[in-house]
C-alpha cells in the first residue's frame, strides 16, 4: 500500500514522500526499496544512513538524518507489529474440522469451529473451546480444558486436568503438566513423590518453544494473564507467576517460588525454589536468584545484587591489574626500607 497509507493505519505521523508503495518489512541492513524498517536505538544511526528501504519508522523524539521517509510513533514496536500483520504473509486459515487421523474420546466436550489437525489425540473427559486450533500431532490429556481462541503449535502436549484459559497460543513442543521433580532419599536410593496438582494457565498467555511447566506436587502450578515465555523455559512445580510477567529464553524456575506480577526476567535468569520475586522486579540476562527480590528492584550477576552495585563491582574488576602493579611496586619499596635497618 502507498506509505502515506500505511502510516495512517499504523498511528504514526509521516514526513516526507508519502506516494512510495511499501510491500515488504525488513531490518535496517537488509532492507530494499519497498520495504519499510524501524529504528529505536539510537547507536544504528549509521546503519539507518546507509539503508535502502523506502521508509522507517521511528520514535516520536528521535533526531537524527535519514535517506527515506520518515513515519513517527509513540511505540515503534507496536507500530512495527502492526506493519507485520498488514505486509507480512499470509497464513492459511486452519478450516474447522476434524482431521481423519485424529484420535477424538467420545466424551471429550468440542467447543463450535474446533479445528483438530492431523494424527492428534483428544483424552476422554477433556474440552476445547470455541474455535481453539491443535495443530498435527497435539496430545491433550484425561479431562484437561483448554479455552476458546487458543492455538497450540504442532506436537503441544497438554497432560491430565490442565487447566487453560483463552486465547491462549503454546508453541511447537511445549509440555504443559509433566510431573514435578520430586523425590525423596531413603536407602541410598531416591523415591518417586507422586505430582497429584494441576497446572492453571490464564487468558491471553503465550508459551514458547520446547517451554516445560510442571504441573503441582499438589495444589496448582499457575501462570497468570497475560504472561509471555519465550522458548526453553522450564517452570517448576508448584510455581505461582504473576500478570504480565516476561521471561525470556532459557530462564529456570525452581518449585514453589513466587514471581509476582509485570515482573521481567532476561535470557537464562536462574531462580530457587520457595522464594519470592516482587512485582515489577527486573532480572538482567544469566542472574542467579537465590533469595527474595524487593518489588521493584533491578537485579544483576550471581548471585544477584542491584544492578547499581553489580556495574560498580565490574569496574572494579577491570582495575585489579594496575592495582597489582602498585601492590607489587610497594611490597618493593617496603622490602627495600626494611633492608636499610
Given at each position: 500500500?502507498?506509505?502515506s ?13 508519502g ?12 532492507a530494499?526499496?519497498g520495504?519499510?524498517t524501524?529504528?529505536?536505538n ?21 533526531e ?30 486452519r ?9 477424538v ?22 474440552a ?52 514435578g ?8 536410593r ?9 497446572v ?17 506436587r ?34 529456570g524456575?525452581?518449585g ?8 521481567m526476567?532476561?535470557?537464562?535468569v ?11 522486579a ?11 527480590v ?45 633492608n636499610?635497618?
Amino acid at each position: 500500500m502507498k506509505l502515506s497509507e500505511l502510516a495512517r493505519r499504523i498511528e504514526g505521523t509521516l514526513e516526507g514522500d508519502g506516494d512510495p508503495e511499501i510491500t515488504g518489512i525488513a531490518g535496517l541492513d537488509a532492507a530494499h526499496p519497498g520495504d519499510i524498517t524501524f529504528m529505536t536505538n539510537p547507536k544504528f544511526a549509521a546503519v539507518l544512513e546507509k539503508s535502502m528501504a523506502s521508509a522507517v519508522v521511528v520514535g516520536r523524539k528521535w533526531e537524527g538524518r535519514s535517506p527515506c521517509p520518515v513515519v513517527r510513533a509513540a511505540n515503534p514496536d507496536k507500530a512495527m507489529a502492526l506493519c507485520a500483520g498488514l505486509l507480512g504473509p499470509t497464513i492459511p486459515k486452519r478450516e474447522p474440522g476434524i482431521h481423519q487421523s485424529a484420535i477424538v474420546a467420545g466424551d471429550a466436550r468440542l467447543g463450535e469451529g474446533v479445528s483438530i489437525g492431523p494424527y492428534c489425540v483428544v483424552e476422554a473427559g477433556a474440552a476445547l473451546g470455541d474455535r481453539t486450533v491443535l495443530m498435527a500431532g497435539c496430545y491433550i490429556g484425561h479431562a484437561a480444558t483448554i479455552g476458546a481462541d487458543c492455538v497450540l503449535d504442532p506436537h503441544v502436549i497438554i497432560r491430565h486436568q490442565v487447566e487453560i484459559g483463552n486465547r491462549v497460543v503454546i508453541h511447537d513442543g511445549a509440555v504443559i503438566g509433566s510431573d514435578g521433580f520430586g523425590n525423596y532419599r531413603e536407602g541410598g536410593r531416591w523415591h518417586k513423590i507422586p505430582q497429584i496438582g494441576i497446572v492453571e494457565i490464564g487468558d491471553d498467555v503465550e508459551i514458547g518453544a520446547n517451554t516445560t511447566v510442571d504441573r503441582a506436587r499438589f495444589g496448582t502450578t499457575k501462570i497468570a494473564s497475560g504472561v509471555k515465555i519465550d522458548n526453553l523455559v522450564q517452570i517448576g512445580h508448584n510455581v505461582k507467576v504473576g500478570e504480565n510477567t516476561a521471561m525470556a529464553a532459557q530462564v529456570g524456575i525452581s518449585g514453589s517460588t513466587v514471581v509476582e506480577a509485570n515482573v521481567m526476567l532476561a535470557g537464562q535468569v536462574g531462580v530457587a525454589g520457595h522464594i519470592v520475586i516482587g512485582a515489577g522486579a527486573i532480572a538482567g540476562g544469566k542472574t542467579g536468584i537465590a533469595k527474595n527480590v524487593a518489588p521493584g528492584d533491578f537485579v544483576f550477576g550471581y548471585p544477584a545484587v542491584p544492578h547499581r552495585k553489580f556495574a560498580a563491582t565490574q569496574r572494579n574488576v577491570s582495575r585489579i591489574p594496575k592495582l597489582k602493579e602498585r601492590i607489587d611496586e610497594l611490597e618493593r619499596r617496603l622490602a627495600e626500607l626494611e633492608n636499610r635497618k
